[in-house]
């Protein structure tokens, strides 16, 4: 149990253009949902917080309209990079907190998706 | 603010035992996770403390006092697969995660 897919799981896109990352919770409901940035041999950094239903809240230094987050569904959220650069290019993973077997305690990880941005 | 260090790396023999040490100074604490990172992809998750005390899983185990700010996660009988990043990380009263730059074990024949 507790299995979180990413989708999709490498891309690589142009300057300027936009890409789409989906994150679902695939047997649990995720009540909360947490998106996390990855550089080469640094640490996870929370970018944002999205509960279903409402809107997604970004920690200090994050830009909300470059990263739009939708949280539609108890199993699903997706983070939008929006005109991405190639600052941009990361490893974005995303994690669901709920009650997967019983527990609230963990958050679980999905696989992540590398973008790279030309 | 959140001030998690550990170690960058430790190295180790095969079938040997290491402690990763983590020392943190949180505005908040709501438990501590430890999670094992392959390169290139995402943490998995070892081990939860909230309380003072030793959790054994396993191979893993992990120990918490929070009245120092301190927690190591023991690894023993080390296999080879073991060789990976190993992360502490602090869970804010928000359950918020606050990650440390983690630690990178490498085990040897």
């Known amino acids: 149990g507790a299995v979180v897919s990413q989708h999709p799981s490498r891309v690589i896109c142009k300057s300027g253009t936009s890409v789409k990352i989906e994150c679902r919770s695939l047997?649990?409901?995720?009540?909360?949902m947490f998106w996390y940035r990855q550089f080469p041999k640094q640490s996870l950094m929370l970018m944002a917080t999205?509960?279903?239903?409402?809107?997604?809240?970004?920690e200090q230094g994050v830009e909300k309209d470059k990263f739009l987050i939708n949280h539609a569904s108890l199993t699903l959220s997706t983070l939008t990079v929006t005109s991405a650069h190639p600052e941009d290019s990361s490893f974005y993973i995303c994690?669901?907190?709920?009650?997967?077997?019983?527990?609230?305690?963990?958050?679980?990880f999905g696989p992540g998706t590398r973008l790279l941005v030309l | 603010g959140q001030n998690i260090d550990q170690p960058t790396e430790m190295t180790a023999t095969e079938g040997a035992i290491v402690q990763i040490n983590c020392t943190y100074q949180?505005?908040?604490?709501?438990?501590l996770f430890w999670y094992q990172q392959h390169a290139g992809e995402a943490p998995t998750f070892l081990s939860y403390?909230?309380?003072?005390g030793l959790e054994e899983k396993g191979r893993f185990s992990s120990f918490l006092s929070r009245s120092k700010g301190y927690s190591y996660l023991l690894l023993k009988e080390l296999q080879m697969k073991d060789s990976a990043s190993y992360l502490c990380?602090?869970?804010?009263?928000?359950?918020?995660?606050?990650f440390g730059a983690g630690t990178t074990v490498t085990v040897r024949a």
């Open positions: 949180t505005s908040g604490f709501n438990g």
């Open positions: 994690s669901a907190k709920g009650l997967a077997g019983g527990s609230q305690e963990t958050q679980y």
């Open positions: 403390n909230v309380l003072d």
């Open positions: 990380a602090v869970r804010r009263p928000d359950y918020k995660l606050s």
């Open positions: 999205s509960n279903e239903g409402s809107k997604a809240t970004y």
């Open positions: 047997d649990f409901q995720a009540t909360t």
